[in-house]
């Protein structure tokens, strides 16, 4: 920890590697973090309107008064953006703005402002700087670190996007205290997934601590946060573009959860951390059904997941039934981590140990999905 109470996470990529500053108040300091990494002092701030209202102005005041030129782009808020149109916009007005190879992108908002301004970043003049000022829990810890762009098509979530690093993430705890109870409770999910896939001490101390994380108590809080950025920063540095099973293993709910957000149109019916916490359920009770963990471990995590006022449910978001399950598995058969036609899922043994099984086979999945609650 530095003198100022802020703490350094490195992500170690050779010569890509970055740190990951934790604590409160780094937005108001972003130029003075921000001026040692760029090449010119110019930026393209990306946001959303909801962030924009409660942010911006902090992260702009601090730029101007480090001499950092700026340019703002307000992107609609909501996952509904992450699309082709709205990708194609604010590539348009970044061009038009002036920038070179020395300008830096700074991404002020959720995962969907990072995701998007980061593909901008890999594909603007062939690749320019940007930061992540992460300012949603499931950003933090999910999302900014690591290196994955992307946007959705209607064919499905994050198909279209480039593997591009930041050279920055910059996470303010304090941001969080203007997010709905739902966002946090949506990145608490994200948090859940680490302790889940390697980590059982970890998720032991969460079903401790775990309504202090969501009530943002600071100590909790910072803690959760540092050991997530921390675990994700060691699986990102073995495997950056996913190519083994160390980094596929963060995608633990994920494949049910994409293809839940696919089927609800990717908006507010079903966050994305709520999608992901339904997911997880599923691949318990799937594991389950295969014979290859135990029901007690699923019912001990669907428990915490629901204590905490995540869905674990399809019926809950009101996808069951053996119609839903054929819609589902077809989105599935689409997901990135298709190969080959197989069906690839991250299914656990126990908490705290999960692997890839390669090839999940789907008649086992259709009637598993036709009979969950």
């Not at 909501?78 to 007005?93: I, M, N, P």
């Not at 946007?151 to 480039?162: D, E, M, S």
């Not at 540095?237 to 049910?256: I, K, P, S, V």
Request: charge should be neutral; glycine fraction near 12%; proline fraction near 2%.
């Amino acid at each position: 920890m530095r003198a100022d109470g802020i703490e350094t996470l490195r992500v170690e990529l050779g010569d890509r590697s970055y740190d990951i500053l934790v604590g409160r108040g780094l937005i108001a300091r972003a130029g003075e973090s921000l001026l040692p990494l760029m090449r010119r002092r110019q930026a393209i701030v990306v946001t959303d309107d909801n962030v924009a209202r409660r942010h911006l102005a902090l992260l702009c005041d601090s730029l101007k008064a480090h001499g950092i030129a700026h340019q703002e782009i307000v992107l609609p808020a909501g996952e509904g953006t992450k699309d082709l149109a709205h990708f194609g916009r604010l590539v348009e007005a970044a061009l038009a703005g002036g920038i070179d190879r020395g300008t830096m992108i700074v991404a002020l908002g959720g995962g969907v402002v990072g995701d998007i301004a980061g593909f901008a970043a890999a594909t603007l003049l062939r690749g320019i700087d940007f930061v992540q000022i992460p300012t949603t829990l499931l950003a933090q810890v999910d999302s900014s670190v690591g290196g994955k762009t992307a946007i959705n098509t209607a064919a499905g979530k994050n198909l279209l996007g480039a593997f591009y690093q930041p050279r920055l993430v910059l996470v303010d705890t304090m941001s969080l205290a203007t997010l709905p109870r739902r966002e946090v409770r949506a990145g608490y999910a994200e948090i859940v997934k680490y302790g889940l896939i390697r980590d059982a001490g970890f998720y032991d101390w969460l079903e401790a601590h775990g309504t202090a994380v969501c009530d943002l108590d600071d100590a909790a809080l910072t803690q959760a946060i540092l050991v997530s950025c921390r675990m994700k920063a060691a699986i990102v540095a073995a495997d950056e573009r996913e190519t083994g099973d160390e980094r596929a293993l963060l995608n633990f709910g994920h494949t049910f959860g994409h293809a839940l957000e696919t089927e609800t149109g990717f908006g507010e019916r079903l966050l994305h951390g709520e999608a992901v916490a339904v997911g997880m359920a599923l691949a318990f009770d799937f594991a389950v059904s295969l014979g290859l963990a135990s029901g007690q471990d699923a019912e001990r995590a669907r428990r915490h997941l629901a204590g905490a006022g995540l869905p674990t449910e399809l019926a809950a978001i009101g996808l069951s039934g053996a119609a839903n399950a054929e819609r589902l598995l077809s989105h599935m058969g689409k997901d990135k981590k298709v190969r080959n036609g197989a069906i690839t899922l991250i299914l656990p043994r126990r908490i705290g140990d999960c692997f890839v099984m390669r090839d999940a086979p789907v008649d086992r999945l259709r009637a598993f999905l036709a009979e969950r609650p």
